[in-house]
C-alpha cells in the first residue's frame, strides 16, 4: 500500500512540475523540451532512489545478531 500510495504521490509531483515548466519557462519549442526532459528524469531519478531503498528494507542483506544478554 505504501509504496502505491507513494508512487502516485511521485507521479502528482512530476506532473505539477512540468505543467509549472511549461507555464514559467516558455522561451520556445528547444527550452520547453529540454526543461521538460530534465524535469522528468528527476522526477523518475527520485522515485527510483527512493524505490530502491524501500525495496531494499523488505528483506535487508544482513542480518542483525541479537546477543544472550539482551
Request: with cysteine; aromatic share 8%.
Amino acid at each position: 500500500m505504501g509504496f502505491l500510495v507513494t508512487t502516485l504521490i511521485f507521479l502528482v509531483i512530476g506532473i505539477i512540475a512540468s505543467l509549472c515548466t511549461r507555464i514559467c519557462c516558455n522561451k520556445g519549442p528547444s527550452a520547453n523540451l529540454l526543461h521538460l526532459t530534465l524535469v522528468i528524469t528527476a522526477t523518475v531519478c527520485c522515485w527510483m532512489m527512493w524505490a530502491i531503498v524501500y525495496i531494499a528494507q523488505m528483506k535487508p542483506l544482513i542480518v542483525p545478531i541479537l546477543n544472550e544478554g539482551e
